[in-house]
């Protein structure tokens, strides 16, 4: 069944097709449901068009701040922790603090030390560790890869036998590794669900039926455009040229089930108008809304997989949508935390360096009554800082 027309009189004059969008133009009430929907799907499309293209664009952009700003500054806190480190292990051999002020220094070096093992081994940093804390660095990664052995044991039902690994990174890689099926094996066949019903049966026949219409409306698109841009009927070295450039977009669209593109590319040389496709039978138009949506769920999905990274990068202080600006405000202010931090640090290096100024901040420590986890940010040894780093 053919549409009614959406234009009064169908009146064609005095409209520039360049510059008529894509969609069903008229009054919203001479639309039908299948039309309105069809000009919804094209917006949403579009609008996920835009979004996914704001973070391929910007991924770069990322990649030369990490490198640039983040990284560099990463090594220099890095650096004015690890002197912090060592003027406070010179100032334990001094014997010149009370019995009191040790335990404390030696809190400070246990938190400092165990953190930046975590980011980066030093055989240095492990003497110094080993030196300070109750258990040792290696009996510690032992126990943490022990714990996610039983862990994986206890909850995934995985078992990993290899008595050698003897770090957390190493035990999450074996697990990992034993989650996954064989090479050349099928994945577990999903649970067997209840026999469908007759209405059910009917629903899945029905919308099979649909998805086989759906394709074959795309392929006569495609067959069309084809037809009309095939390089090698064409004479003109110039024309030919243009028709080869457009011939590989169409392509490129089919291979992608990108129903949006061919549809404009069949505007942009003129094989349909938009008075074609206001004037479109309701069931091709129903089998254009069916391909549209699934290419709209698969742009939607495109763009989630790109923005995860950074939502679970930004964690608790993520809002409810993740966007490269909300990216480049979160970096600017861990970069801007970071240079604070790199300051007190450097600030206490000069302080501490005389033992009456470290004696001084311990003992204002002391009458704090802070518990053990405030002794991580004694005298501004925030050795990683209150927020996560953007990397």
Same mark, same amino acid.
């Given at each position: 069944?053919?549409?009614?027309?959406?234009?009064?009189?169908?009146?064609?004059?005095?409209?520039?097709?360049? @510059?008529?969008?894509?969609?069903?133009?008229?009054?919203?009430?001479?639309?039908?449901?299948?039309?309105?929907?069809?000009?919804?799907?094209?917006?949403?499309?579009?609008?996920?068009?835009?979004?996914?293209?704001?973070?391929?664009?910007?991924?770069?952009?990322?990649?030369?701040?990490?490198?640039?700003?983040?990284?560099?500054?990463?090594?220099?806190?890095?650096?004015?922790?690890?002197?912090? @480190?060592?003027?406070?292990?010179?100032?334990?051999?001094?014997?010149?603090?009370?019995?009191?002020?040790?335990?404390?220094?030696?809190?400070?070096?246990?938190?400092?030390?165990?953190?930046?093992?975590?980011?980066?081994?030093?055989?240095?940093?492990?003497?110094?560790?080993?030196?300070?804390?109750? @258990?040792?660095?290696?009996?510690?990664?032992?126990?943490?890869?022990?714990?996610?052995?039983?862990?994986?044991?206890?909850?995934?039902?995985?078992?990993?036998?290899?008595?050698?690994?003897?770090?957390?990174?190493?035990?999450?890689?074996?697990?990992?590794?034993?989650?996954?099926?064989?090479?050349?094996?099928?994945?577990?066949?999903?649970?067997?669900?209840?026999?469908?019903?007759?209405?059910?049966?009917?629903?899945?026949?029905?919308?099979?039926?649909?998805?086989?219409?759906?394709?074959?409306?795309?392929?006569?698109?495609?067959?069309?455009?084809?037809?009309?841009?095939?390089?090698?009927?064409?004479?003109?070295?110039?024309?030919?040229?243009?028709?080869?450039?457009?011939?590989?977009?169409?392509?490129?669209?089919?291979?992608?089930?990108?129903?949006?593109?061919?549809?404009?590319?069949?505007?942009?040389? &003129?094989?349909?108008?938009?008075?074609?496709?206001?004037?479109?039978?309701?069931?091709?138009?129903?089998?254009?809304?069916?391909?549209?949506?699934?290419?709209?769920?698969?742009?939607?999905?495109?763009?989630?997989?790109?923005?995860?990274?950074?939502?679970?990068?930004?964690?608790?202080?993520?809002?409810?949508?993740?966007?490269?600006?909300?990216?480049?405000?979160?970096?600017?202010?861990?970069?801007?935390?970071?240079?604070?931090?790199?300051?007190?640090?450097?600030?206490?290096? &000069?302080?501490?360096?005389?033992?009456?100024?470290?004696?001084?901040?311990?003992?204002?420590?002391?009458?704090?009554?802070?518990?053990?986890?405030?002794?991580?940010?004694?005298?501004?040894?925030?050795?990683?800082?209150?927020?996560?780093?953007?990397?």
């Amino acid at each position: 069944m053919k549409q009614q027309s959406l234009f009064d009189g169908d009146d064609r004059r005095g409209v520039d097709r360049a @510059v008529v969008p894509l969609g069903l133009v008229g009054r919203a009430a001479s639309l039908s449901r299948a039309q309105k929907k069809f000009n919804r799907l094209i917006a949403d499309l579009e609008a996920a068009r835009q979004e996914l293209a704001r973070w391929n664009g910007y991924l770069p952009t990322y990649g030369q701040r990490v490198h640039t700003e983040i990284e560099p500054m990463q090594a220099r806190l890095r650096q004015a922790r690890i002197a912090m @480190v060592e003027l406070l292990d010179q100032t334990m051999r001094g014997g010149r603090l009370t019995r009191a002020q040790r335990a404390k220094v030696r809190d400070i070096l246990s938190s400092m030390l165990s953190g930046l093992l975590e980011e980066g081994h030093e055989p240095a940093l492990e003497r110094l560790h080993d030196k300070y804390c109750d @258990v040792r660095y290696e009996e510690g990664q032992r126990q943490e890869a022990e714990m996610l052995r039983e862990l994986a044991s206890d909850f995934l039902g995985v078992e990993v036998d290899d008595d050698e690994i003897s770090s957390p990174e190493e035990m999450a890689r074996a697990i990992e590794q034993k989650m996954r099926p064989p090479a050349g094996e099928a994945e577990p066949a999903p649970r067997a669900r209840r026999k469908k019903g007759a209405q059910a049966v009917a629903r899945e026949a029905l919308r099979q039926h649909a998805e086989q219409d759906a394709s074959r409306s795309v392929r006569e698109i495609y067959r069309k455009l084809v037809s009309e841009l095939h390089p090698d009927r064409e004479m003109d070295p110039v024309e030919r040229a243009r028709k080869t450039q457009l011939i590989q977009k169409v392509n490129q669209a089919y291979e992608g089930k990108d129903l949006l593109a061919l549809l404009e590319l069949q505007l942009a040389i &003129e094989q349909i108008d938009p008075w074609a496709l206001a004037n479109m039978a309701e069931e091709r138009l129903q089998h254009y809304n069916l391909v549209l949506e699934e290419q709209l769920k698969r742009l939607q999905q495109e763009v989630s997989e790109l923005a995860m990274p950074f939502v679970m990068m930004l964690a608790d202080a993520a809002p409810r949508k993740v966007t490269p600006e909300v990216v480049q405000r979160a970096i600017d202010e861990d970069l801007q935390a970071m240079r604070l931090d790199l300051q007190h640090l450097q600030s206490d290096l &000069e302080r501490f360096r005389d033992i009456r100024q470290l004696k001084a901040s311990l003992r204002d420590y002391r009458s704090q009554g802070l518990d053990e986890e405030d002794l991580d940010a004694l005298a501004m040894l925030l050795f990683k800082g209150r927020r996560g780093r953007r990397r």
